[in-house]
């Protein structure tokens, strides 16, 4: 079997873990991050967390509703279907589980997922056996693999052994300085930017404008720029050529006016540039849950993921995270992900959060293994993007 097999039957728990420090999953969770849901006081008596705690995990290995009966054989309790039906009739007036029919079993909600994961979920970690199988599909140990390869490379992974979506953001940086900016005339009203940032990296964008520009005009514009803007935050850039083209344009000369002009066009460029700032893999992997592979679901995922809006803000909220986040179904705050749950973890370069990394699926996913997997690779990742000296 090839290392990301023995990696998906690791994901799905056919290899048992032995390990014997085990912790629940609070500990993953950030004490300071807030969101929109909290922890939840139940009230419920052991009896009833018992067995609601056998509802999910059965429901999450099998997909179909959860019957009294089935509960009453597996509980290896002394209560009958009937004492059974009871507490399931109260756990559903508590908003935990719902009956999808009438004559059905019972499923987990949101409410009861989360009380699930927060409250009766075990997670183990890894084992070295895990953890050395990851390094090598992450490649690791070549020390030629660049940061692009590194990113694609961990959402692939994170997609092959869970069999849901991996998606890994592009790095997120605070400070991008402007160093130097030049214009190099192509054609007529055609031209190549090339904007240096930081320590030297180079940036080159391709401006199609509304009118032709000589050389020498060029060449006044980047001196105009450079002479006003080097050394500057980009971000503080943008904002003072917004002053800039607030002001009266009889107050500007040509000069002004056009680099302006100039400048603001090459941010429209990198802003559109910087939209596309997460790699995914593995969408069509929803397809094979039952619950999401209604046409008109997938349809609107799809969607999601291309417009990339919605996802980015949602796996920007975890970058404050101190380690595995978790929304489940409608606690993302998006509508199109309310039958889905997404766990996240961050990754830093140089001691700094730059990025996220996760897995999107259905609600019933094996949180007790996707979690210490989802966590490894983002530790494992960070080591990769932070190689000693």
Not at 23 to 41: A, L, S, W
Not at 121 to 146: D, F, G, M, S, Y
Not at 244 to 250: K, L, S
Request: net charge negative.
């Amino acid at each position: 079997m090839t290392p990301l097999g023995l990696i998906a039957n690791f994901a799905f728990g056919t290899l048992a873990s032995g390990v014997p420090n085990e912790h629940h999953v609070q500990g993953y969770r950030n004490p300071k991050f807030t969101c929109e849901f909290q922890m939840i006081d139940s009230g419920l008596s052991e009896r009833a967390q018992q067995l609601l705690k056998l509802l999910v995990e059965r429901y999450i290995r099998e997909g179909e509703p959860v019957g009294s009966r089935t509960l009453s054989r597996d509980s290896g309790m002394d209560l009958s279907p009937a004492s059974i039906r009871n507490v399931m009739a109260d756990l559903e007036d508590l908003g935990f589980v719902v009956s999808p029919h009438t004559s059905a079993g019972r499923v987990p909600t949101v409410k009861g997922y989360r009380f699930f994961v927060d409250t009766l979920l075990t997670v183990k970690p890894l084992e070295q056996q895990e953890v050395r199988l990851l390094r090598q599909q992450l490649a690791i140990e070549e020390t030629e693999t660049n940061p692009q390869t590194l990113l694609t490379s961990a959402s692939g992974m994170l997609s092959a052994i869970t069999h849901m979506t991996g998606v890994v953001t592009l790095p997120k940086r605070e400070h991008v300085s402007w160093r130097h900016i030049e214009f190099v005339r192509l054609s007529e009203k055609r031209v190549l930017v090339i904007l240096v940032v930081n320590d030297g990296e180079v940036q080159n964008r391709m401006l199609n404008l509304d009118r032709n520009y000589e050389a020498s005009e060029l060449q006044q514009i980047s001196n105009y720029l450079n002479t006003h803007f080097a050394g500057k935050d980009i971000n503080t850039v943008r904002e003072e050529l917004l002053r800039e083209m607030h002001r009266t344009r009889e107050n500007m000369n040509n000069l002004m006016l056009a680099a302006i002009q100039m400048a603001e066009k090459v941010f429209d460029v990198r802003g559109r540039d910087e939209n596309r700032s997460y790699v995914m893999a593995g969408e069509t992997n929803l397809m094979e849950w039952a619950e999401l592979s209604d046409v008109e679901k997938l349809r609107r995922l799809f969607d999601a993921f291309n417009r990339k809006r919605d996802i980015l803000q949602l796996l920007d909220k975890c970058i404050a995270a101190d380690g595995v986040q978790i929304f489940i179904g409608e606690e993302s705050g998006y509508q199109v992900l309310d039958e889905c749950s997404v766990v996240t973890a961050p990754y830093k370069v140089d001691d700094q959060v730059v990025g996220v990394l996760g897995v999107i699926g259905p609600t019933r996913m094996a949180y007790e293994r996707v979690i210490p997997i989802v966590d490894m690779t983002a530790r494992l990742l960070t080591a990769a993007l932070n190689p000693r000296k």
